[in-house]
């Protein structure tokens, strides 16, 4: 069965302060996709980043950095210098490839309070 | 490019009555996914099409839910005799994907649906 967990319900952080919000996912598959979307309070969910489960180098992207281990199913995402900004609800993502026509599992969501 | 949009934005019904919403996708997306998100929840597949075809369906779609996508382009979910139990944001997405990949789904900025 596939399933995504974010133990992390909600995380405060005071602006300037690195965050890290863990990411850990469920799958038989060997081929499969995982994604990072941030849910801002207007409720667009708003794409941040897809990764391949046979690339497992970290991606930075500005203050934004993803880490990659499939040793431990895990997906973890990184901001750096956090600013108010963030504050938003962010989402993991697993996507199988075969057979499930790309469909989506989500975990359940990191809230993230970033305070002046 | 234009996003993917949907509409409307808001909707408050009375338990019992129909309600249909519709999503636009971003030109040229030949996948269209439904989801459904519920206060603080992750989205929940609801069901996709590849083109005009509905491929998958999830158990979460009772009877009463019906979705179409007759000409490829836009979409519309109905739910029939709505009940309390459907109040939650409708979240549509579009991906360009062929034979076992799986792009990128870009979502809408959903409908909100309050049954009273």
């Known amino acids: 069965a596939q399933k995504v967990t974010q133990a992390q319900t909600e995380i405060s952080v005071v602006e300037k302060e690195d965050v890290t919000l863990d990411c850990v996912y469920e799958?038989?598959?060997?081929?499969?996709?995982l994604f990072w979307y941030k849910q801002p309070p207007s409720g667009e969910l708003v794409f941040l980043i897809r990764r391949n489960s046979f690339d497992e180098q970290n991606e930075i992207s500005g203050r934004y950095s993803w880490n990659f281990q499939k040793s431990t199913s895990s997906f973890n995402f990184t901001i750096t210098a956090s600013q108010v900004v963030d504050s938003a609800v962010y989402f993991c993502a697993l996507s199988e490839v075969w057979g499930q026509g790309g469909k989506l599992i989500f975990g359940q969501g990191t809230e993230l309070s970033v305070k002046p | 490019d234009t996003g993917v949009s949907q509409d409307p934005r808001h909707k408050i019904t009375k338990r019992g009555q129909n309600v249909t919403f519709r999503c636009d996708p971003i030109?040229?997306?030949?996948?269209l996914y439904w989801y459904r998100q519920t206060l603080g929840q992750g989205p929940e597949f609801l069901t996709y099409?590849?083109?005009?075809?509905?491929?998958?369906k999830s158990r979460l779609l009772s009877d009463r839910f019906s979705a179409e996508r007759p000409k490829g382009s836009f979409s519309t979910l109905e739910i029939q005799r709505t009940e309390q139990g459907d109040s939650a944001m409708y979240l549509c997405a579009s991906s360009v994907a062929s034979g076992g990949t799986t792009d990128t789904q870009y979502f809408g900025p959903g409908t909100r649906l309050t049954v009273l």
């Open positions: 030109s040229e997306h030949n996948r």
């Open positions: 799958t038989r598959d060997t081929t499969y996709y």
């Open positions: 099409f590849q083109n005009e075809a509905q491929l998958e």
